[in-house]
């Protein structure tokens, strides 16, 4: 069965430094999809980031990156140059490559950004 | 674009009673979930469905049924409310089989006294 673990419960940086928020994940396929979610205060979710467990190039947006270390089951996600809007709950979540298989989410770590 | 409308967005019920969330989406996408989200915590998978009249059971869906009574909508019924249960109950969709971001409504809160 697939599992996400996100073990920080929550991160707190300061304005313009650089968040890095730990996933692991576990599954048997050997094709599966890779997500970051943001929760904002309002409760608003929103898609922030995806990686393709086939492409060996880290994932970036924006100033979102992802760190894809697939030997070691591991997806994290980078936030630079951070503001204070970058204050939320951040999700990790996977799905499988197989049609038909659901979105899986981690608990979430909150990062909350101070001036 | 598109909007998933989740209705009514508070909820109140009493123990025992029967309730009914509902859920409608105009992104024409097929596979439709509900996840419930407690105080502080993750998302959790109580059913999905891939197309019109699939159903599919989540980690969570001891308590609760669903219907997808149409490609735009998705129902959940929680079968018998439990007394001091909180919790936000969200819908999402994704396009069938291809590996693109889910979309969220902006949830229900369900409040059981």
């Known amino acids: 069965a697939q599992k996400v673990t996100q073990t920080q419960t929550s991160i707190s940086v300061v304005e313009k430094t650089t968040v890095t928020m730990d996933c692991v994940y576990e599954?048997?396929?050997?094709?599966?999809?890779l997500f970051w979610y943001k929760q904002t205060a309002s409760g608003e979710i929103v898609f922030l980031i995806r990686?393709?467990?086939?492409?060996?190039e880290n994932a970036t947006v924006g100033h979102y990156s992802l760190n894809f270390q697939k030997p070691k089951s591991s997806i994290g996600l980078i936030i630079t140059a951070t503001q204070i809007e970058d204050s939320a709950v951040y999700f990790c979540a996977m799905r499988e490559g197989q049609g038909g298989r659901a979105l899986i989410f981690g608990t979430g770590t909150t990062v909350s950004v101070s001036p | 674009g598109g909007i998933i409308t989740q209705t009514p967005k508070f909820l109140i019920g009493q123990e025992g009673q029967k309730l009914t969330l509902k859920c409608q989406q105009n992104f024409n996408h097929d596979t439709m979930y509900w996840y419930r989200q407690d105080s502080g915590k993750g998302l959790r998978l109580i059913y999905y469905?891939?197309?019109?009249?699939?159903?599919q059971k989540g980690d969570l869906s001891e308590g609760y049924d669903a219907s997808r009574e149409k490609k735009s909508s998705f129902s959940l019924t929680v079968t018998s409310a439990q007394k001091n249960e909180m919790a936000v109950f969200l819908c999402?969709?994704?396009?069938?089989?291809?590996?693109?971001?889910?979309?969220f409504g902006k949830g229900t809160r369900l409040t059981v006294v």
């Open positions: 599954t048997r396929d050997s094709s599966y999809f």
């Open positions: 999402a969709s994704s396009i069938k089989g291809r590996p693109t971001e889910v979309f």
């Open positions: 469905s891939i197309t019109e009249n699939d159903l």
């Open positions: 990686q393709d467990s086939y492409k060996k």
